[in-house]
Nanobody, 129 residues
Framework: QVQLVESGGGSVQAAGSLRLSCVASGYIASESCIGWFRQAPGKEREGVVHFYRSSGGTRYADSVKGRFTISKDNAKNTLDLQMNSLKPEDTAMYYC??????????????????????WGQGTQVTVSS
């Protein structure tokens, strides 16, 4: 059983930075997809960034490209999200996730929520203008 615990959320003014951390326990090495999602009040949960373990490929949502950076520490089993130049529209609950992904047309997909089987409890990020 994989457990994910996020930390690092908080309140910050626009243009500020925060670093979120996700610590994984359990056997996560078999999970093909890892990533971060967020959900703002009244909105659906959306993907922020996902990482393909086999290839090392990373894909960011257009809304965070150039501002957010994901980093992994395999020894510590952590997945961090550095968020710079924060905007009020980044306000949301942020979730770390891991999963087996799914295959379609022979390709592994990590882009949708169905790719993820394990979720953390979330950490709140609030950005004020």
């Amino acid at each position: 059983q994989v457990q994910l615990v996020e930390s690092g959320g908080g309140s910050v003014q626009a243009a500020g930075s925060l670093r979120l951390s996700c610590v994984a326990s359990g056997y996560i090495a078999s999970e093909s997809c890892i990533g971060w999602f967020r959900q703002a009040p009244g909105k659906e949960r959306e993907g922020v960034v996902h990482f393909y373990r086999s290839s090392g490929g990373t894909r960011y949502a257009d809304s965070v490209k150039g501002r957010f950076t994901i980093s992994k520490d395999n020894a510590k089993n952590t997945l961090d999200l550095q968020m710079n130049s924060l905007k009020p529209e980044d306000t949301a609950m942020y979730y770390c996730a891991a999963g087996a992904g799914y295959y379609s047309a022979g390709a592994l997909h990590c882009s949708s929520q169905r790719s993820f089987d394990y979720w953390g409890q979330g950490t709140q990020v609030t950005v004020s203008s």
